[in-house]
């Protein structure tokens, strides 16, 4: 089955810690996007990849770095720097501009 | 800063009525319109998209488009239980970006 994978599903940080989430997609898709969602939010994009070895910063992208070594993969790092990284992480991918985004099924990152 | 706007509700219809969902965006570049559909504690899926003015229709999902009034709506026929749910609308700028809305909550009473 094609889709978006993450993982884990649920992570809990402690402070001064970093995490890395998983997103892996099997679409073919050329671009992918990390969003974060807070209770009751929209979503806010953290960082995108339109290519591979090539990614920007979205809008709230301090205290988070991603990689883009492969086309299907798209980590992303929660850093110690992340003064408030306790959110929902959803990534999405799509095969570019006028094509539809769709997302994986969210990892639920607390800290303790 | 470019914003897409959507009333957080609730919007309590009863079941079988037509449910109405609307947005506002601010960014006239923006050059396509998403509705996804979330549940509690899950991820957004898509339910329909709309490039042009005017009407498309999926089913029991009206996408409306009114460019000139910076308008997307989404109409639901005949809501059932099941379409009780948080609604996203998100625009897309000619950047490929998508700009998310808050979420409108319906709520579908049997």
């Known amino acids: 089955d094609g889709g978006i994978t993450q993982s884990p599903k649920y992570l809990f940080r402690k402070e001064g810690q970093n995490v890395t989430l998983s997103c892996e997609q099997n679409?073919?898709?050329?671009?992918m996007y990390w969003y974060r969602q807070d209770p009751g939010q929209g979503l806010r994009l953290i960082y995108y990849s339109q290519i591979v070895n090539d990614f920007q910063k979205g809008d709230i992208a301090e205290g988070y770095s991603v990689s883009r070594e492969k086309k299907e993969s798209f980590p992303l790092t929660v850093t110690s720097a992340q003064k408030n990284p306790t959110a929902f992480y959803l990534c999405?991918?799509?095969?570019?501009?006028?094509?539809?985004?769709?997302f994986g099924p969210g990892t639920r990152l607390t800290v303790l | 800063q470019k914003e897409v706007e959507q009333n957080s509700g609730p919007l309590s219809v009863p079941e079988g009525a037509i449910a109405s969902l609307n947005c506002t965006y601010s960014d006239r570049g923006s050059q396509s319109f998403f509705w996804y559909r979330q549940y509690s504690g899950k991820s957004p899926e898509l339910i329909m998209f709309i490039y042009s003015n005017g009407d498309k229709e999926d089913g029991r999902f009206t996408a409306q488009l009114n460019k000139a009034s910076q308008y997307v709506s989404l109409l639901i026929r005949d809501s059932q239980p099941s379409d009780s749910a948080t609604y996203l609308c998100a625009s897309r700028n000619a950047g490929n970006m998508l700009t998310f809305g808050g979420g409108t909550r319906l709520m579908v009473k049997p």
């Open positions: 679409l073919n898709h050329d671009a």
């Open positions: 999405a991918s799509d095969r570019g501009t006028y094509n539809e985004q769709f």
